[in-house]
């Protein structure tokens, strides 16, 4: 999800308000028993990414934390996996190779300590669509700092998942695919080896484009890991441009079909995938567009270790996709038909 929706999502601080609990629209589904053969079952989970134009801003003002009952909540519905987007800037400020802010850390480190207790995954989300500053990040051996630097944070913890950045678009191909080893290298060389790494694409690592104009396929084909255990996340919304802002899908079978030729590419690569961003608004087209592509991934679990949706976080008020417990949009009227895949 880019730029302008987080700064619309900012906006909505304030709308937030949530309906009575008692609503008769919440999904009563109270079992963590998963129906589905995914590793993986997430649900982004934002507000620490919120505001940012504003470097480093004001918790509570710019940006926020996600709510450990939510995670709760999800985690009652089966959900096993939280994607924490954040600002790389906020929690290494002024440069690549500096030190870690405390403040932001203890509050990093609070919601992945309270997430990978219950046993559930914690994706470590840097949001930074490969810029740092606003500036697309060139330095590969200050990027590698980075990732050493913010790895060292959570080594030992075997229930983190690091992501190398959200969103790399509208750069060069060679450094979207020096970020992505540099961070894979950075992350080993602070001694986490034994957790998974996601690594993402240009062209916003969209699905729909990974085989064909991205140029993903054929330059991220041959990152390497000595563990051995980089999974490709790809997002992919079903909205006409794939941009994830509108609640309207192109058809019914739109899901399945963006997702087809990178499922085939995965396979005949013989590599790992996970869906880090997907979304459709609360009615019966989306609904089927959802099911339909999620049908489809589990029908290749063996290659698609997941998904996750896009996007959950207290401060999204009426936002169209909105996955926070009680009451909004998604939740009340997409999770319901969602439960087979979770
Ligand atoms: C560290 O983070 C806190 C909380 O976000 C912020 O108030 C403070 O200004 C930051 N310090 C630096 C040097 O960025
Ligand atoms: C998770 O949150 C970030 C920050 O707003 C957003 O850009 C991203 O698209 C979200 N992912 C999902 C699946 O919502």
């Not at 308000?17 to 589905?36: I, V």
């Not at 079978?253 to 085939?264: F, M």
């Amino acid at each position: 999800m880019r730029f302008l929706d987080i700064l619309i999502g900012a906006a909505a601080v304030g709308s937030a308000l949530a309906a009575p609990a008692g609503d008769a629209q919440t999904p009563t589904t109270k079992t963590s028993k998963r129906a589905s053969k995914f590793q993986f079952v997430g649900v982004n989970q934002s507000g620490a990414e919120f505001g940012n134009k504003d470097l480093p801003g004001q918790l509570g003002k710019h940006y926020t934390w996600p709510v450990h009952s939510t995670i709760d909540t999800l985690i009652g519905k089966g959900f096993n996996t939280f994607r924490i987007p954040f600002m790389m800037e906020r929690l290494i400020p002024t440069k690549l190779t500096g030190t870690v802010n405390a403040t932001y850390a203890s509050g990093l480190t609070d919601i992945v300590n309270y997430i990978t207790g219950k046993g559930a995954y914690a994706i470590i989300d840097p949001h930074n669509f490969g810029r740092y500053y606003d500036k697309v990040i060139t330095d590969v051996d200050g990027f590698k700092a980075w990732w050493t630097t913010t790895a060292k944070l959570y080594a030992s913890n075997s229930k983190v998942i690091w992501d190398t950045n959200n969103e790399y678009h509208d750069m060069d191909n060679a450094l979207v695919r020096k970020l992505n080893q540099a961070a894979i290298d950075g992350i080993r060389a602070a001694g986490a080896t034994s957790q998974y790494i996601m690594v993402e694409g240009n062209s916003y690592s969209g699905a729909w484009t990974w085989t064909t104009s991205s140029g993903n396929s054929a330059n991220l084909k041959d990152l390497t890991d000595p563990q051995d255990k980089i999974i490709y996340e790809m997002h992919q919304y079903l909205d006409s441009d794939g941009s994830g802002t509108s609640a309207t899908c192109v058809s019914s079978t739109i899901g399945a079909e963006r997702i087809r030729d990178a499922t085939a590419w995965l396979k005949a690569n013989n590599k790992k995938g996970f869906l880090g961003e997907t979304a459709g608004g609360a009615n019966a087209q989306c609904i089927s567009a959802l099911t339909g592509m999620l049908s489809s991934m589990a029908a290749n679990s063996d290659v698609w270790t997941g998904w996750a949706w896009w996007g959950g976080g207290p401060w999204w008020g009426d936002y169209i996709y909105g996955m926070e417990p009680p009451s909004s949009t998604a939740y009340k009227g997409v999770l319901p038909s969602l439960i087979p895949y979770i």
